[in-house]
């Protein structure tokens, strides 16, 4: 378990405040953030590589209490730590590398033969490529068997092909064996498909916490929604409708009686229905270009949000396509599979209907 | 007084440590001069296009010539007294027992005071290179003290401490420990002199670790000192080792403190001063050349410790 609650520490001019959140037991974080918002030294904050000069840090492992970490040295946290340039000590050979903290050299090559590094066990450090650099680092920290395993960005040097094996056998040994991971990446796919808790870092500041479709589907302002990705976020005015369900919210009464309300929103000349505990005033809609289904003719659908337009960009890469629709001026953008846009015969020009429930309108 | 010994460093492709010079001609020079105790100032990257453009006319010609009568006045002498007087040296190396006691006593007395120099300032090297702390800029300029004071004045100030007037000196010749005119005096002076340059040289490797090996050491179990023995001290050991050259060949080559405070016995720089003064040049001539080609040895050494090999 990592329980950070206001932490605060300094290196130069930098400074990591107020930083507050929990990775429970076994579970799996991520830290996402822009370049310089203060990742590596949280990370260095927790293994106790950089002083903590303010708040609580609590580590603890599996079936262990948590304990205070405070004045607690690196080598007595359990931790394992990865940069993401490995920083493998280049007097060792590879084999040294992996079994320099493990407690017994079986459970280093059983590490390493799982993650695929056993094949390197004969080669120079000055020899490996930055993948395999990675590769090492990571076993090496693995096979100390930590409690919490921290880890920079570990998988960013790897081949795709590498990459998803060795993410896939770290996920599985911190299933295993129980440990808190708690990774840096910049990659929001691996944040969905790995993370159980997702940490939005900016500024040295937390921003946002919590799980990670959460933090994707609701996020807590535009700027947070913008940084991770969503196309559509448009700024305008709610109005909460009256207490009583529309007749519209068939699908929503679920929300509904967990004491949401029903709100429309109007940005320029889109008025959009949602379902929410925002109130009324000024503020922004982010709508997930997933969300967004196509069609050719008007479909009938219990989407609330219905609207016509003409498709003014298409951009296939791989599997998706994102096609941008321009409704009454205001682009809207739509991600399908490629397939499916092909079956559409999605063209520039063409007019077409961009339909979304208003669970996927989120307010902030 | 820092900042008389302070020489800027322009290099084309550089604007970090001495590794990052590309020319390993630049990156000799640059070493020499941190180990004769300058401190180096790397003034930054300078445009390659506008570094390396070729001087024209007449400017060319000046260059050369300035520099080739630049490197003649390093070379002819040197050359001149090898030349000459090599082959006599040599044979004088069977023939005069006393430059060969000279030279026995040179080796001893530098390896002691490296032993010595080694031993107390690589903990301050590597405290220097690793910890910020109040005081830290005072106690790197003191020890930088010895290389800017003029020789004889550090035989004076050493003789000052441990001479027979001196309570040091009385407590010592009460333990049957005579420091002047001894070769416990002769490795006072060497040390005195040469450590500096072991120190300053071990700080500059120590600080070419990255401290991020040494954090991952510790996150896999190791306390600060089995990460010094473990991770530090073998990727510096390079360094550590060329410092430690450097302090022997500078130890080796003293003459101004040693010759306060221990004229007799004396060493070989002591030697051919005393043959110089007492027989003249034929005589000293021999001992110079024997001197000279010894020197070759520590810069053999380095050379074979540059980094990149």
Known sequence: ?364 | MKEAKTVGWRTSRCTGGVRDVKRSSERARLRWLRASGHTVEMTGAVPHRADGRRLHGAASVVAALLGSLCLLFFVVPIAQLVAGSGGAGARRLFSDAELRSALWLTALTATSAVILGVAGGTPLAYLLARQRFRGRAVLAAVIDLPLLIPHPVAGIALLLLLGRESALGRSALALGLRVVGSPIGIVAAMLFVAAPLYISAAHEAFARVDTRYESVARTLGDPLWRVFRRVTLPLSMRGLIAAAVVMWARSVSEFGAIVVLTYNPKVASVLSYDRFTSFGLGEALPVAAVLVMLALVPLILLRALRPDR
């Open chain 1, 1 to 364: 378990m990592i329980e950070v609650t206001g932490l605060h520490a300094q290196v130069g001019d930098f400074v990591l405040s107020d930083v507050t959140f929990t990775v429970p037991q076994g579970s799996y974080g991520v830290v996402i953030g822009p370049a310089g918002s203060g990742k590596t030294t949280l990370l260095e904050t927790i293994a106790g590589i950089i002083p903590q000069r303010g708040g609580r840090l609590r580590l603890a492992g599996a079936g262990g209490e948590a304990r205070d970490a405070a004045g607690i040295p690196p080598e007595r946290r359990r931790i394992g730590f990865v940069y993401q340039l490995g920083y493998l000590f280049p007097h060792l050979s590879v084999a040294e590398n992996i079994a320099y903290g493990a407690s017994e050299p079986a459970a280093a090559s059983e590490v390493a033969s799982r993650l695929g590094a056993a094949e390197l066990r004969g080669r120079a450090i000055r020899g490996l490529s930055g993948g395999e650099r990675q590769l090492v680092a990571i076993a090496r920290a693995i096979a100390s068997r930590p409690d919490v395993l921290l880890l920079d960005e570990p998988f960013s040097a790897l081949d795709p092909r590498r990459r998803v094996r060795v993410r896939r056998e770290v996920r599985t040994m911190h299933r295993e064996w129980g440990m808190t991971v708690l990774q840096v990446t910049h990659d929001f796919t691996e944040a969905g498909l790995l993370g159980d808790v997702a940490i939005l870092l900016d500024g040295g500041r937390v921003l946002q916490s919590g799980r990670p479709e959460q933090v994707f589907r609701e996020p807590a302002s535009p700027y947070i929604a913008e940084f991770l990705g969503a196309e559509n976020v448009f700024a305008g005015e709610a109005r909460v409708l009256s207490d009583e369900a529309p007749d519209w919210v068939h699908g929503e009464t679920e929300a509904l009686s967990r004491g949401h309300r029903a709100i429309e929103f109007r940005a320029g000349p889109l008025t959009l229905y949602t379902v929410g505990d925002a109130s009324s005033g000024a503020g922004h809609a982010v709508i997930r270009a997933e969300e967004v289904m196509l069609s050719l003719v008007p479909h009938p659908t219990s989407a609330r949000n219905q609207f016509a337009g003409r498709v003014s960009e298409i951009a296939a890469v791989g599997a998706l396509t994102r096609a941008t629709i321009d409704i009454a001026g205001v682009p809207l953008v739509a991600a399908l599979t490629t397939r499916s846009a092909q079956e559409l015969g999605l063209l520039p020009g063409q007019q077409v209907f961009a339909s979304f429930k208003a669970m996927a309108v989120h307010l902030c």
